[in-house]
């Protein structure tokens, strides 16, 4: 396994507001990055359908592992994004605002570290405290303009999330960035709180704090709360698929409770339905007031 492929020593300092979120450029080696995109597994390999037009797949950590085919660069990276040694670099990034937000899951840096680190899909909550995942993921090329994720908050198990973009080097298509918002800042808590459709939320109500550009190599990490606002801009037709590396970190509890009204509960209620998951997140792309 990789163990110092990131230094938290090096790393930039993450952005508080607002909420906590870092974005490191060049965050792997270039020669591992390269190898990384060379060897990406082929959609046969990863079972995956490309017939579709921006369509998201997601090979997990389990998978990969359990696959031969996957190359040895690909195993070992998403081995290390899936270990306690990044744990304990996202710890190192994000204690202080964790222990803040969150301190009920520990009260300290000391007590975040002493927390039990296993893999989903290959440990459970009987031996471990939280679960990382790292899949080697991706979106489908684009027949027609679509964003594959509006804006959201990430399900309240997860207290971080990661994406790592591997943009090809011939890639000349556009959007597919992902962006950063907030609650327009004259909203008071009622406002905000009658705002939420399950996990999404109109952009109509936020503000553009920053786009994080998809491009070659480029790291974004965050802790997940009721105010983590991001999603995906447009993808513009184009013959090339958007590859990346998503990360996250789960524990068996919701770390937050979304706010108790009607529209937000009968979301939730119809996200459970994966028979119409996927019609509910077109409708949620829609603006509402």
């Not at 027609?144 to 080097?169: A, C, T």
């Not at 962006?179 to 553009?208: G, M, P, W």
Request: charged fraction near 25%; charge should be neutral; proline fraction near 5%.
């Amino acid at each position: 396994m990789l163990r110092s492929l990131l230094d938290s020593a090096s790393l930039p300092t993450p952005n508080s507001k607002p909420y906590p979120y870092v974005v490191i450029k060049n965050a792997l080696p270039d020669s591992l990055c390269d190898r990384l995109i060379a060897s990406y597994p082929s959609y046969e390999m990863m079972g995956v359908n490309d017939a579709k037009s921006n369509s998201r797949w997601h090979y997990e950590t389990c998978q990969v592992r359990a696959n031969d085919g996957i190359a040895p660069e690909w195993k070992e990276v998403i081995d290390y994004f899936s270990s306690q040694t990044f744990f304990d670099v996202c710890i190192d990034l994000f204690s202080d605002s964790i222990t803040q937000l969150y301190p009920h899951i520990a009260a300290n840096k000391e007590e975040l570290r002493k927390l039990r680190v296993g893999v989903k899909g290959i440990d459970d909550y009987n031996h471990c405290d939280v679960l990382l995942e790292a899949a080697i993921a991706g979106n489908t090329p684009v027949t027609e303009p679509s964003s594959v994720r509006v804006n959201h908050i990430d399900k309240p198990r997860k207290l971080l999330s990661g994406l790592l973009y591997l943009r090809e080097d011939d890639d000349d298509s556009t959007g597919g960035d992902l962006f950063i918002r907030q609650f327009k800042k004259d909203y008071t808590q009622r406002k905000k709180n009658s705002c939420y459709r399950a996990v999404y939320v109109s952009e109509n109500h936020t503000d553009l704090v920053e786009t994080v550009n998809y491009e070659k190599n480029v790291l974004v990490l965050f802790v997940n709360s009721l105010e983590s606002f991001h999603g995906v801009t447009v993808r513009n037709p184009t013959k090339y698929r958007r590859i990346f590396i998503n990360i996250v970190c789960e524990l068996q509890k919701p770390v937050f409770k979304f706010p108790n009204n009607f529209l937000c509960l009968m979301s939730r209620l119809l996200l459970s339905s994966s028979a119409i998951k996927s019609r509910f997140s077109r409708i949620a792309s829609h603006n509402y007031e």
